[in-house]
């Protein structure tokens, strides 16, 4: 995985056409560029073709900027949208939490290990509980306090908050409150969030006390983008875990722990290195 | 797993008190019994004690009917309901079935190979599909033809075959017909249905086609009882498989048959196994 | 997966280099074929390039053979190797039985059901227990008695079936005998095996006494290219399931062969669906 | 699982014979105590009986020490060995850790969170890459330098930090060095550690590379009590995780950092709550 040189990420979809995968490779092989990977998906059913192609640039005679927008007129030009990223660009990334810590922790450790092409630029909360130790891990704390009664201030606070660090991407690491339609809209970046159910089951609040009432026998958890209708975006990574009726509540919160830590930081990973692309409410997730 | 002499194997349940544990050994032990297994729950919400004995009753002098009728008594005497089978007893089931054959051929192989403690006494089918090669088998095939309109005929028809073949146990082996809750209820014994989703998700019609609209990253399958409540009986087993954006419908409903298989033949083990205790909307499996 | 109208699928590989994604796309689309997959893999440390493409192939004016002569001189002029075959094409394949059932019925199965592109044209075994069997599903059972006495005209007599049948791939469902290294160069075509443990743990005879022994917490199946070098060939698929100190060796047989069926199977699909390529003692499998 | 009173785990094993699920039960309600779990397992091979039993004993007159003690000797007077715990006995734990620290960090915050019923009352390493780690995190930590030509001398060493700390049990988490038969003869306290691989395979140096030279589609990580024959102590837990062929080394490496933290955490907590009890180089976990 350790590559060298950066390379180029393009992440394409548009109506499938005959010769577009021999069209994409041949581009880049005329701009002198090496194909190091090219996944691609078809669905039959409604006629879109989805690429991801990760090629070595570095001998191209223009920024990696320059080629994006190039690739991105090409792909135009077969009527496809497409997004080019390096993968020497580092994210900016905020990190949403409210009380509980499991997921929080799990992200900066992972992200202090290397696992995560990100900068953490800012941590933003309803609770002052997670201030010191974002302090002491070294990173910037916000708190911003939310009631149903201050929450458009807040949404505004959060997205002038967003704006100053310069975020790009929000990971909401069991933050226990739902974005708004119009936070979303004007955020316009992604935003990925952890349900503490195997959606679409237990939607909605206390899923570990649904599952738990409805007797089944796993539980899980979904990652997914987080759009204005809660719980319904499209679902990136899901985990489940076995219980038995021997599990109380208070156990299935503690298994579901690991759980959550698991899925949200493979969704996070995996976005973060242009392998995910969303199209209505589902994801193709180039692994 | 292979005991040389047969067990006596009770499940009970009822209001939780102090003592239960020792005071249900004492009785087994003071009639010369040898306990082997001896699970217990308790329902720490509803006050509710649950447990499996199995013992080694050869040195009794009554019949396993006359212990099990004591035992019965015994327990009632503690406040609790018993159900008491000997490991000797070998459960007349019947398998429903429709078109879909592969949960019909992994029960009869698996049961050909031993590992249900039943008999197979009747296979009933509102299709002749499987006609022939129910007699293959060397099992008799009973064809009810049923509509909407002949429902409640053809009800009682199924009913009088499982009668005449003194059948205590139906298992649904991918069975696409709705039993109603006249026929549940006059049938009075157990009926195991495998779901094809991962229940509470995707209940009622064409589970497949609902996951692949979602776009879930998992499929998978639920084996309950059947209840008047449909898709909403007590959960015995449930199981997952891990799918990507690459499986069409047509995957997924293949996929689905090996998760569907795997985890009906585990419920149907453990219910014959006298493992299974269904209370309320949900099941202590003593595993 | 049900596509209309055939495909073409080329497996290559060799030293890697700039511009191959980009060449091969070219070449099929020169062609005025339409590329539907097109995986690659470097081995980077190898400095080996893999790739399996396919492609729709019907508006050539080539029959599939000639393309495929074709393709192969085009890969060669490249420098590597490939091997193109026809989605139309049916494997024809011989299934290796001993005793155990539950491998053979599953494959059987599946096969009726559609699922295996493939020909059964052949079922042998040194022993007589599933002549009757093999006979109920309409194939023929070739009885070849071996004992190490006798191991080589045995193998002979097993060549000259599979040639007799055209046989170009061999399964070895739980199949109790080792095939010499004669054997296989003799019949140079690919042969697949299920050893019941999670290789390189376990190898040899007695997998789950081994397992059990150890008192392991997981057992495996393992299903990898038949070499000369006993359980040590190309591994394709591995599965694992968790048990406890309550199985014992019975037990763990009992639940091995729903492992030993499920992970045999799909080796055997990828491996017809053209998506392993193995080299050196490794697989690359592109599912 | 929050019960309010503490109660009393007694683990017993020995020689098999009839009625001992009933003697322990009577001797338990004989003192007012209450059964809330008896788990117990026959080894039917080598006529070996094993029992967890967990009961309210708020009722006695008596110290834990003492009821503790007069179990034991009721125990002894039935063949038995026996050791019993309160559940309100905090174990003094010690944490070994070398350079990696995603097992440290895990096991700490989950021991933050009160998923582990223990005090941490020593890190100890043969580094200092996590000394001021654990200083933030409020942890005593001893640096105790080893060589080949010192590890006498430091395990001395490190004997004494354990005994001025009054540890009863130490986690090995990803800590690089062997302990010697003399240190853990010396200790005679149970010492868990995380091995790398799915044992028995890939025993001894550098797991992952051996994994993937091997080509393997599993890696694995495993919990296991250490004694003198380094990677063949008694097995508490595994896990295992599906890779390709895509996956370097690092990759390897990375995704086995979640595996070993899940599989060690688990272990640890099993371990605590009295669930384990190894004979021979097996182990029986009462989850």
Redesign the interface.
Known sequence: ??LPDPTLIALLHGPDQ??????V??W??ERGG????????????AGVFFQRVEW?SQSYGYTPDEVAAEFARFAASLGMHARVVSSAHRTRMAVFVSKA??CF?DLI?RWK?G?LSANIVAVVSNHTDLAATTA?YGLPFHHVPLTPATKATAEARQLEILRAAGVEFVVLARYMQVLSADFLHAFAGPVINIHHS?????AGGRPYHQAHA?????I?ATAHYATADLDEG???????ERV???Q?V??LV?LG??LER?VLAQAVRWHLAGRVLAY??????F?
Chains 1, 2, 3, 4 share one sequence.
Do not use: C, S, Y
């Open positions: 995985m350790a005959p010769g577009l995968v021999a069209r490779a041949g880049v092989f090496n194909i190091l990977h090219a996944d691609q998906h078809r669905d039959m059913e070595l810590d499991h922790h450790l290990a696992d002491a195997f959606l679409p089951a237990f409805r007797g089944v026998k796993l899980g499209p679902i990136i990574h899901q985990g489940v038995t009726h021997r109380d208070d156990d503690r722990r690991d698991v209505g409410n589902k994801t193709v997730v692994d």
